[in-house]
Nanobody, 115 residues
């Protein structure tokens, strides 16, 4: 059974850091490009970051460039999103996505940035 399970979200003050994890199972993780998306209330889901199958190529949305870092550990079937210098506008549900032979989504983890 395919699963993508996000964790690490929560409530944080502006300027703080969070590290999201997405644990994958049920498919060959290393065959998939991994992405983090987010969706804020009343807004469309947007791509935050993407990482290639081997981890050698990354992409970031302009809104998070320099603050967020995506990484993956193919031995652990896990992708991470390190989020630093968090802002209130980073508040959203963060989703993990695996794109390859098929397209898989996690259920999301809530990130709330507020003082």
């Amino acid at each position: 059974q395919v699963q993508l399970v996000e964790s690490g979200g929560g409530l944080m003050q502006p300027g703080g850091s969070l590290r999201l994890s997405c644990a994958a199972s049920g498919f060959t993780f290393s065959d998939y490009v991994m992405r983090w998306y987010r969706q804020a209330p009343g807004k469309e889901r947007e791509l935050v970051a993407r990482i290639s199958r081997t981890g050698g190529i990354t992409f970031y949305a302009d809104s998070v460039k320099g603050r967020f870092t995506i990484s993956r550990d193919n031995a652990k079937n896990t992708v991470y999103l390190q989020m630093n210098s968090l802002k209130p506008e980073d508040t959203a549900v963060y989703y993990c996505n695996a794109q390859g032979p098929y397209n898989y989504w996690g259920r999301g983890t809530q990130v709330t940035i507020s003082s």
